[in-house]
């Protein structure tokens, strides 16, 4: 069982920043997968960023050159640092995990409103 605690949402003005963490209660390095999906009300939620057991990153094309995944095995935490925020980009945040074996957990999301 992984527990996964988001922190870090809050409200802040378009063009700012925000960086959310998710602590994770189990060795982020031994999960396949580790990263952020999104729902914004009234939408379906969404892959943000993801990173691999091998550092690899996958994310939306809408956040790219603006969010950065990266992630702290020592803290068992991994990071979305979010630069020039968008009023789009209000969500819940949600941070995600995947095992090798399929197990997947969730966290209990962090909310970002961006206003315009």
């Known amino acids: 069982q992984v527990q996964l605690v988001e922190s870090g949402g809050g409200l802040v003005q378009a063009g700012g920043s925000l960086r959310l963490s998710c602590a994770s209660s189990?060795?982020?390095?031994?999960?396949?997968?580790i990263g952020w999906y999104r729902q914004a009300p009234g939408k379906q939620r969404e892959l943000v960023a993801i990173?691999?057991?091998?550092?690899?990153?996958n994310s939306a094309a809408s956040v790219k050159g603006r969010f950065t995944i990266s992630r702290d095995n020592a803290k068992n935490t991994v990071y979305l640092q979010m630069n020039s925020l968008k009023f789009e980009d209000t969500a819940v945040y949600y941070c995600?995990?995947?095992?090798?074996?399929?197990?997947?957990?969730w966290g209990q999301g962090t909310q970002v409103t961006v206003s315009s």
């Open positions: 995600h995990a995947k095992t090798d074996f399929g197990a997947e957990y």
């Open positions: 189990g060795m982020i390095f031994s999960l396949n997968f």
């Open positions: 990173i691999a057991r091998d550092g690899s990153i």
